[in-house]
């Protein structure tokens, strides 16, 4: 069944990237987040949509090409709240809302304008969150990766010792506080003691 949200207003276009996010709750089996250029909510597994947030994104209108621009591409909801949900843009804009998106909060204006290729709310403290972010559509191929211990207030890096690899995911372990695996371009790496150093897992891969 083609569940893809569509605007009510026919003057309006929702704009989808290639890989558009899609979160089930973890609080309510038919409840799911699809993220366009705004985030939508469904509460009956797709069937009827609602926009819960306005243009999350910079609306750069001088940006064009093949590939469309200025779309949400990560969702991240809270474990320890349901009304806290996390959004990550491609053009580098992260949000925070605490009701449930009747509200929300620009909490990255002090990081780099990258594709926000993942942000994760922490499942052990709840004002923890990591982000990942990739600068290769500016040729930028470094790693960037945050954590933020005050949801989003401030940011501090994570990437002392990665090699020069875009992050694409970060993820907590499922038992162990300390420990953070990431996947970048070319590799598998863990840290055990929440990002100060990092480890290679690629082995024989």
Known sequence: KYIQPAPKDTNETYRFNWNSPILLSQYNRTTLYFGGNKL????????TWREISPDLTSRD???????????????????????IIY??????????????????????????????????????????????QSGYREDHFNPYLYVSNDAGKSWQSLMNG?????????????ENRNTLYIGTDLGVYISQNLGTTWHSLNNNL
């Open 162 to 174: 990665l090699p020069n690899e875009p992050v694409n995911v970060i993820r907590e372990d499922v």
């Open 61 to 83: 209108s001088l940006r064009k090409g093949d590939v469309t621009f200025g779309t949400i591409t990560s969702i991240s909801e809270s474990p320890f709240n349901p009304q």
């Open 87 to 132: 959004v990550g843009t491609d053009d580098g804009n992260v949000w925070r809302t605490e009701n449930g998106g009747y509200a929300w909060e620009n909490i990255g204006k002090d990081l780099p304008k990258y594709w926000v290729t993942r942000i994760v709310a922490s499942k052990y403290d709840k004002n923890r969150v990591y982000l990942a």
């Open 40 to 47: 939508h909510q469904s509460l009956d597994r797709g069937d």
